[in-house]
C-alpha cells in the first residue's frame, strides 16, 4: 500500500490542504513532516471552512491518526488554538498526535523574528514573524526545547535557565528590548505542557507501524518547493525543507518507504512576500486573477502576488522531489481569460535556458500562448467534458513537466475534483 508525500510544487498556497483533506478518506495516518504555523492551508468540505496551520487535514475523519512530525516547529498557544477552533466546530483531535522530537517556539522566537526584520530594513525578507526561522536556528545550534521537554517541569527549568541568560542578552544589549522572565516563561510552558500531554508521543513509531502494516500513509508537507532552504529563491525562502525528501528526516522514516510523490501545482504562479519572480503579472490580468481567486494570505491576509505558469521552475521541483504525479488546482480561476501563457524557457545573459540559475532576478521568461476557454468549469466533473482549450492547456502543463496529471481541481470543494487516476 502507498506512503504518498504530498508535495507544494510552487511558492507555497498551491491547494495542497484541499487534496489532502481528498486523499485522506482513503488514508490511515496523515502526517505533516516540516513547517510551523507560518503555513495556511484551507479546507472546504462538507463540515464547512476551515483554516488550519499545525493540525494536517486528515483531522476531519476521526478515523485517520493525524501526527504532527519532529521536522515541525511547534508554537504550543497557537497550537492550542487551533484545537479549541476544531473543538468547538465539533471536530475531535482525539486522533491527533505530537511527536515529542519536534521542537518548540519559545517567546523568545518571536522577539528575534520580529526585531531581525525590522533591522534588516529595505533588505527584509518577509518573514511572518512568528518565530520560526529563529525556532530552527536553535535547533540546529542544539539549544531548542522539545514537546517532550514541556512535560517535565525540572528539566524545562534546567534548560530555560541556560537558554533565556542567552537570548536576554541579545534582546537587552543589542535590540534594546526587555529581558524574559524565567519564571514566567517557565510556567507559561508548562502548563502548555499539562494541556498537550495526551498528544505528545513517539510519533516515528506510529508512522513506523502504519507503514509496516501495510496502511496508507499521506506525508503532508507546508509552504512549496520554490522556498526550500537549498533549492528555493534564497534568500527568500522559508527555514526548512518543504520537498519531498525532508519527509524522511521530518518523520523519521526512510527514503526507500517512501511509494511516491504527488506535486500540486496551481495553474497559474503565486508568491507571497518578497524576492524574484520572473513570470510575475503587473496589469489588470493579475489584478483580475487575484479577486478572482481570493489570493490573499491564509495567515497574514497580504494579498498575493500574481504571475503566469513557470514551466521553468516547474521542472526544477519536479527534479528535486521525484514526482510521480501531479495535481493542478484552480483551474476555474482562469475561466474568463482570452488567452494565457506559460513560461518555456528563461533568457539571460543572452542564451536562452530551460534550467533556472541560481539568479532569478535577472531572468527574462520566454512565453509560449494558449487560447483560453472562456467556458465556466466549476461543474464539470470529467475531464473529457472539459472545454478542449482547457484540456489543452492542462495537459501542456503536465508535458513540459515531464510527469503524469491525475487531479484537475475545477473549485474550492472536495467535490469540484476531476480524478483521472485513482491515488489511493
Request: proline share 5%.
Amino acid at each position: 500500500m502507498p506512503v504518498m508525500a504530498v508535495v507544494g510544487a510552487q511558492w507555497g498556497d498551491e491547494g495542497k490542504g484541499k487534496i489532502v483533506d481528498m486523499l485522506a478518506e482513503k488514508a490511515s495516518v496523515v502526517a505533516r513532516y516540516q513547517g510551523g504555523n507560518n503555513a495556511g492551508h484551507t479546507v472546504i468540505n462538507h463540515l464547512g471552512e476551515f483554516r488550519l496551520h499545525l493540525v494536517p487535514a486528515g483531522i476531519f475523519d476521526p478515523r485517520v491518526t493525524c501526527i504532527i512530525g519532529n521536522g515541525v516547529v511547534i508554537d504550543p498557544q497557537a497550537l492550542i488554538d487551533e484545537i479549541d477552533l476544531l473543538a468547538s466546530r465539533g471536530i475531535s483531535v482525539d486522533n491527533l498526535c505530537i511527536s515529542e522530537r519536534a521542537h518548540a517556539i519559545m517567546p523568545y522566537h518571536i522577539l528575534l523574528d520580529r526585531l531581525e526584520e525590522q533591522a534588516r530594513g529595505r533588505q527584509s525578507i518577509g518573514t511572518t514573524g512568528r518565530g520560526i526561522g529563529p525556532a530552527y536556528s536553535d535547533k540546529v545550534a542544539r539549544t531548542g526545547i522539545r514537546m517532550g521537554d514541556l512535560v517535565d517541569r525540572t528539566l524545562l527549568r534546567d534548560k530555560l535557565a541556560f537558554i533565556l541568560e542567552q537570548k536576554n542578552r541579545i534582546l537587552t544589549k543589542l535590540y534594546d528590548a526587555e529581558p524574559l522572565s524565567l519564571k514566567e516563561v517557565h510556567e507559561r510552558y508548562l502548563q502548555y505542557g499539562e494541556r498537550l500531554a495526551r498528544h505528545i508521543k513517539n510519533t516515528t513509531q506510529l508512522v513506523q507501524s502504519a507503514i509496516a502494516e501495510g496502511r496508507n500513509v499521506l506525508l503532508e508537507g507546508a509552504q512549496g518547493t520554490l522556498l526550500d532552504l537549498d533549492f528555493g529563491t534564497y534568500p527568500y525562502v522559508t527555514s526548512s525543507s518543504p520537498t519531498s525528501g525532508a519527509a524522511c528526516s521530518g518523520l523519521g522514516i526512510a527514503p526507500t518507504q517512501i511509494t511516491c510523490a504527488l506535486g500540486v501545482f496551481k495553474a497559474y504562479q503565486t508568491r507571497v512576500g518578497a524576492g524574484p519572480f520572473p513570470t510575475e503579472i503587473y496589469d489588470e490580468t493579475g489584478e483580475m486573477i487575484r479577486e478572482l481567486g481570493q489570493e490573499y494570505g491564509t495567515l497574514t491576509g497580504r494579498p498575493r502576488r500574481i504571475g503566469w505558469f513557470d514551466a521553468v521552475l516547474a521542472q526544477h521541483a519536479m527534479q528535486v522531489n521525484g514526482f510521480k504525479s501531479i495535481a493542478i488546482t484552480r483551474l476555474d480561476i482562469l475561466d474568463t481569460l482570452p488567452r494565457l501563457k506559460i513560461c518555456v524557457k528563461y533568457r539571460f545573459d543572452g542564451i536562452e535556458d530551460s534550467y533556472p540559475p541560481i539568479d532569478l532576478a535577472r531572468c527574462e521568461p520566454v512565453y509560449e500562448e494558449h487560447p483560453g476557454w472562456q467556458t465556466p468549469t466549476g461543474g464539470i466533473r470529467r475531464f473529457d467534458e472539459l472545454p478542449q482549450a482547457a484540456r489543452s492547456y492542462v495537459n501542456r502543463l503536465a508535458e513540459l513537466i515531464g510527469v503524469n496529471l491525475d487531479i484537475v481541481s475545477v473549485g474550492a470543494n472536495r467535490e469540484q475534483t476531476i480524478m483521472l487516476n485513482s491515488m489511493l
